[in-house]
């Protein structure tokens, strides 16, 4: 079992920053960040290795958003720039146990925390 904890969401205008955070008990896990619009599909946004040296992104993030870990202290990260009121969602941390390829299928991954909302206004 893996405990995820998201923290770092909030409102901000359109062109700005947030950082997201999320809290895990094992960072020997391969890990992802999510969001979902009420009433959609839940959208990959970005996944990440185990080690941290591979990452990668869903197509309506690239180049603006970046994803990182660090094992020592059992955290990782969502850096969000340059948001757009689209990126208006539900942020979800997870984690999978078996990562034999990339993906960001949501149901690759077993293990998710609670949410945190990013609300980007123009």
């Known amino acids: 079992q893996v405990q995820l904890a998201e923290s770092g969401g909030g409102s901000v205008q359109a062109g700005g920053s947030l950082r997201l955070s999320c809290a895990t008990s094992?960072?020997?896990?391969?890990m992802g960040w999510f969001r979902q619009v009420s009433g959609k599909e839940r959208e990959g946004v970005a996944g990440?290795?185990?080690?941290?040296?591979?990452?990668f992104y869903g197509d309506s993030v690239k180049g603006r958003f970046t994803i990182s870990r660090d094992n020592a202290k059992k955290m990782m990260y969502l850096q969000m720039n340059s948001l757009k009121p689209e990126d208006t969602a539900m942020y979800y941390c997870?984690?999978?146990?078996?990562?034999?390829?990339?993906?960001?299928?949501?149901?690759?991954?077993?293990?998710w925390g609670q949410g945190t909302q990013v609300t980007v206004s123009s």
């Open positions: 094992k960072s020997t896990y391969c």
């Open positions: 997870a984690a999978r146990s078996s990562c034999p390829r990339f993906s960001l299928d949501e149901h690759e991954y077993n293990f």
């Open positions: 990440i290795s185990i080690a941290g040296g591979i990452t």
